[in-house]
């Protein structure tokens, strides 16, 4: 069945790709992008491309997760097209490489607003819809950092991505008697094909970085992305992360997983995670509110 789908961040890496993927599976997709001008326009450019070519129901919009304005004036254009949202991927997010100390606290409060905030004015805008139509979706992507190994000098970035799940966890409650379904995909470090590391943000307090980067820590950083890689296997492949939200999306309603995990690297989020969401299962059941656990049918 086709659905209506909304991504955040779709101009590269996982979002590009789960766009397209969605699109191929015959879904009507709305690939948001902050500019989708940037660079050229390149990115908007290949999926109108895609879109002529294979004769697919994808469109790029302009969105900003930092803007309520222009999530409001990007959902309105998707209800006046559309007149539904049926799925709401989460994927908008961005990273950052160095030392803690020597990232400002503007800079811990702009990443916190991009992968946390970010989502929570997308579901302002989006949920007064959704709960309207008594059964819909919502697909987080998370990380494995947020629960499996955490090697140093991305912890602005982990601390974000953790403050997310938690928001899923409880919007999957607070949703599920309106028929949303809540699942959290939880990529590993692909440290190939995708450009998260490549456009990742650097430290705005160099002299504090350099105290780390020239003196008891010189070389952790070239160790700690070259230990990543080397655990990544030779045929990981991030388009999977794509094919697990497609998966996602074709299952029947009320029977999808809370959680996916896609980490070639097996970091050990998925054993974390596993206990994790057993406590919190069993915590309901114990507070007479196990039917939180799954959406109404």
């Keep these: 069945m086709q659905q209506t789908i909304l991504i ?12 397209k993927a969605l699109a191929r599976a015959g879904h009507g997709v709305y690939a948001s992008m902050r500019d989708p001008q940037a660079r050229g326009g390149a990115a ?15 469109k790029t919009i302009a969105l900003d997760v930092l803007s309520e304005s222009s999530i409001k004036g990007a959902v309105e254009t998707i209800l006046a097209e559309a007149g539904r949202i049926d799925v709401v991927i989460h994927n908008a997010g961005h990273m950052v490489f160095g030392p803690t100390e020597a990232f400002t606290p503007e800079q811990l409060a702009q990443l916190y607003d991009i992968n946390v905030l970010g ?16 059964q ?11 629960r499996g190994g955490t090697p140093p000098f991305l912890a602005p970035y982990f601390a974000a991505k953790a403050g997310m799940d938690a928001l899923a966890q409880s919007y999957a409650l607070e949703l599920a008697r309106f028929g949303i379904e809540t699942s959290i995909v939880v990529p590993g470090a692909f440290t190939k094909g995708t450009e998260h590391f490549a456009h990742s943000g650097k430290p705005a307090d160099t002299e504090r970085a350099a105290a780390y980067w020239s003196g008891t820590y010189a070389g952790v950083d070239d160790q700690a992305l070259k230990g990543l890689a080397r655990l990544e296997p030779a045929d990981a492949d991030p388009s999977k992360v794509a094919q697990a939200i497609v998966d996602l999306v074709a299952m029947p309603h009320g029977r999808r997983p809370f959680r996916v995990h896609i980490d070639p690297s097996d970091d050990g989020a998925t054993i974390v995670n ?24």
Aim: positive net charge.
């Design 8 to 19: 955040t961040g779709a101009s590269s890496g996982f979002g590009a790709m789960t766009a």
């Design 44 to 58: 908007a450019a290949e999926m109108e491309r895609l879109a002529r070519e294979e004769k697919l129901a994808l």
């Design 119 to 134: 989502t929570q004015r997308v579901n302002r805008a989006v949920l007064p819809g959704m709960r309207s139509l008594g």
């Design 136 to 146: 819909a979706l919502m697909i987080w992507v998370g990380s494995s950092s947020t």
């Design 274 to 297: 596993g206990v994790a969401d057993r406590v919190r299962a069993q915590l309901l059941e114990r507070i007479g509110l196990a039917d939180l656990l799954h959406p109404s049918l």
